[in-house]
Antibody
Framework: EVQLVESGGGLVQPGGSLRLSCTAS????????MSWVRQAPGKGLEWVSV????????YYADSVKGRFTISRDNSKNTMYLQMNSLRVEDTAEYYC???????????????WGQGTIVTVYS | EIVLTQSPGTLSLSPGERATLSCRAS???????LAWYQQKPGQAPRLLIY???SRATGIPDRFSGSGSGTDFTLTISRLEPEDFAVYYC?????????FGPGTKVDIK
């Protein structure tokens, strides 16, 4: 079964840091680009970042650029999101998602995890 | 940044009715880079349509997508009880990838 499991969410004060993990199973992880998408409470979806299969292509939303870093360890079938200088407005459920076709970052997201919640409180 | 606008914000329909959801882009989107997702309360989004009109794996044929340029449509031919949810369009052909604000389809 193809599965993505996020972990690492929690409570943090403004200015703090968290590292989210997304562990994949059921597919050849190192062949697919991966992404993070977040959803603030009661709001819509916001794309955060994407990383290609070999980590050669990385893109960020302007709202997180310079504060968040996406990475992956293909030997561990895991993607990460290092979140620094957190703000109240970063409070959201964070989903990891698999790109539909492996070779490109320019595709839709066909598999999603169940999400991990990040709360930044002052 | 390509801004996506979805209408209506809420669509109130009965089971068996046809639903037509609109997604309009602030600039032209290559249709191969337009997707639709369904999200139910407490669940992760699910990919329905990619490339504007191609159904994702396992998606029933009552879901169809169409459109080009700046105007795209998701049609649900006959609403089933499980189709009442929020629907988002997304463009993934330029960065930042952007989502529309969503259309909620609820039971009339």
């Amino acid at each position: 079964e193809v599965q993505l499991v996020e972990s690492g969410g929690g409570l943090v004060q403004p200015g703090g840091s968290l590292r989210l993990s997304c562990t994949a199973s059921g597919f050849t992880f190192n062949s697919y680009a991966m992404s993070w998408v977040r959803q603030a409470p009661g709001k819509g979806l916001e794309w955060v970042s994407v990383i290609s299969a070999g980590s050669g292509s990385i893109y960020y939303a302007d709202s997180v650029k310079g504060r968040f870093t996406i990475s992956r360890d293909n030997s561990k079938n895991t993607m990460y999101l290092q979140m620094n200088s957190l703000r109240v407005e970063d409070t959201a459920e964070y989903y990891c998602a698999k790109v539909r076709v492996g070779a490109t970052v320019w595709d839709a997201f066909d598999i999603w995890g169940q999400g991990t919640i990040v709360t930044v409180y002052s | 940044e390509i801004v996506l606008t979805q209408s209506p914000g809420t669509l109130s329909l009965s089971p068996g009715e046809r639903a037509t959801l609109s997604c309009r882009a602030s600039q032209s989107v290559n249709s191969i880079y337009l997707a639709w997702y369904q999200q139910k309360p407490g669940q992760a989004p699910r990919l329905l349509i990619y490339g504007a009109s191609s159904r994702a794996t396992g998606i029933p044929d009552r879901f169809s997508g169409s459109g080009s340029g700046t105007d795209f449509t998701l049609t649900i031919s006959r609403l089933e009880p499980e189709d009442f949810a929020v629907y988002y369009c997304q463009q993934y052909g330029s960065s930042p990838r952007t989502f529309g604000p969503g259309t909620k389809v609820d039971i009339k």
